[in-house]
């Protein structure tokens, strides 16, 4: 089996998970996203992907997703998304390449992003990453602390609140995080207009995550493998 063949099985799979999740949560399949996490795998994956109708990819390390979207400027239709932990004097790097930052946690970094998009001169799309389990030491922002952040994402005018995303934290079951966050999601729009997306789940709990309200899966190893390729 050719890389194509391999990718477009893996492909009609979870596309046919998450429209059985869809089914079975009484939702329709066009409420949720589905974001290719592409990190580790070489542009030529990217191609493949697009070609089999993929629009969404997320990257979790700058200099990594800056090569690759450079090399991929052809596919006009592409959206990128920063998945990953970003330190405040990467903002400027990443906003030359992302559409939308997924991980943004603290108000430093809100900052340094949306000085680095008033630059750009094109507002940034975010999420607000949420520590469900408060455990903020690998990334996230407390629960307690998601409406500060929000309102400084929101008054700065350069960056768009879209709404929130976790990862389900080992020590909690992720239909309990899942819940968690669809109440933190649930205040936000109440709150903010555009804060309409909730992105959890991913290869290995995407059902649940959609249960629960999921509007974006980041799928990766049922998607692309379980083998780490080093991109070019």
């Known amino acids: 089996m050719n890389r194509v063949e391999e990718l477009e099985e893996n492909l009609a799979e979870v596309e046919e998970r998450i429209a059985k999740a869809c089914e079975v949560a009484g939702r329709s399949r066009d409420e949720v996203t589905l974001l290719a996490v ?6 030529s994956d990217v191609e493949i992907l697009y070609g089999l109708g993929l629009r969404n990819f997320a990257e979790n390390r700058d200099q990594e997703a800056g090569a690759k979207v450079g090399q991929l400027r052809h596919l006009s ?3 990128w998304h920063m998945v990953g932990r970003l330190q405040r004097n990467k903002a400027k790097s990443v906003v030359d390449w992302a559409d939308q930052v997924d991980s943004v946690d603290s108000v430093r970094l809100a900052e340094a992003l949306a000085r680095a998009a008033r630059v750009r001169e094109r507002t940034l799309d975010v999420l607000l990453q949420v520590s469900i389990d408060g455990d903020t030491s690998r990334g996230g922002v407390a629960v307690a602390d998601v409406a500060e952040l929000a309102g400084v994402i929101t008054r700065s005018g350069d960056l768009i609140l879209r709404g929130a ?6 020590t909690m079951e992720p239909s309990q995080a899942f819940q968690a966050l669809a109440s933190v999601v649930s205040r936000l729009r109440d709150d903010h207009p555009t804060a309409i997306h909730m992105s959890a789940g991913m290869s290995g709990d995407l059902e649940d995550a959609i249960s629960h ?5 980041r799928v990766g190893t049922a998607l692309l493998g379980s083998r780490r390729l080093t991109s070019p």
């Open 38 to 43: 592409t990190k580790t795998w070489p542009a």
């Open 77 to 79: 239709e592409a959206r």
């Open 165 to 170: 995303m976790t990862v389900a934290p080992r």
């Open 213 to 217: 309200g999921s509007t974006c899966v």
